[in-house]
């Protein structure tokens, strides 16, 4: 063994664990269960508000699942709504950038509401990361993932199995990525995917075979995303200690 390796937790000074709690537990995860969107929604604007008060409150990510709607980014070119009035689900048009996209049962919704300016106030180094964050996590499921240049989400060859979509406010983030995990995919033919023509959507289950729930990958990339978050953002500082 090497180092600080080679101790047992107990032969640590309790200052010393508390400076590696405190490292480790800046990003706040919570899985919420089914959430109604417009409640999601004022959950996100609610954190976003704490944290332009406060800037030591802590990063957070919101994992949940939706009942059905359609959402859209606030752009003058609405088109691939295909006209909207056909929708079989309400429709959000939020702070967002993007085109249309679903969110449903059997999806895995996560919202990052995290402080950037921490983080090089860099989009789309933090667009990246939420990327390889996903690649990683349908990885460790037998799904070999990627990005594509120049389009945002994540793909299975020709096949999109993430989309995302973020706001920032004062360089805070909010929105972030659906994970197609189980369930209907037939509502994104109602509409454009993302504005990109003919693009074929998959999920978990289409591509191993096996029975997903949500909860379940929901805690899997919550582990994931205590492990990276260092990837994107520095630690907040904490008081030095005397030893």
Partial sequence: ??????????????????????????????????????????????????????????????????????TIGRTPDQSSLLGAAHLPHPL?????????????????????????????????????????????????????????????????GGRKIASIGVGVRHWITMHGFALNVCGDLSPFDQIVPCGINNVAMTSIEKETGRAFSVAAVAASLEKLALNRISDLCIAPEVEPISV
Avoid at 143 to 150: D, G, L, N, T, V
Wanted: charge should be neutral; hydrophobic fraction near 45%; aromatic fraction near 8%.
């Fill in 92 to 156: 959000f048009a939020i702070n967002r950038g993007g085109q249309a996209t679903y969110h449903g049962p059997g999806q895995l919704m996560g919202y990052p509401i995290i402080d950037l300016r921490r983080c090089g106030q860099d989009l789309h180094k933090y667009l990246r990361w939420l990327e390889r964050l996903l690649i990683e996590l349908l990885a460790g499921h037998g799904i070999a993932a990627s990005q594509r240049e120049s389009l945002t989400g994540v793909w299975v």
């Fill in 1 to 70: 063994m090497n180092g600080l390796r080679s101790f047992s937790e107990a032969a640590v000074p309790r200052t010393l664990l508390d400076i590696g709690a405190a490292r480790r537990s800046y990003l706040d995860v919570r899985w919420l269960g089914r959430v109604d969107f417009a409640h999601a929604l004022a959950l996100q604007e609610e954190i976003v508000a704490k944290k332009r008060e406060d800037r030591s409150h802590a990063d957070e990510l919101l994992l949940l699942e939706h009942d059905a709607v359609y």
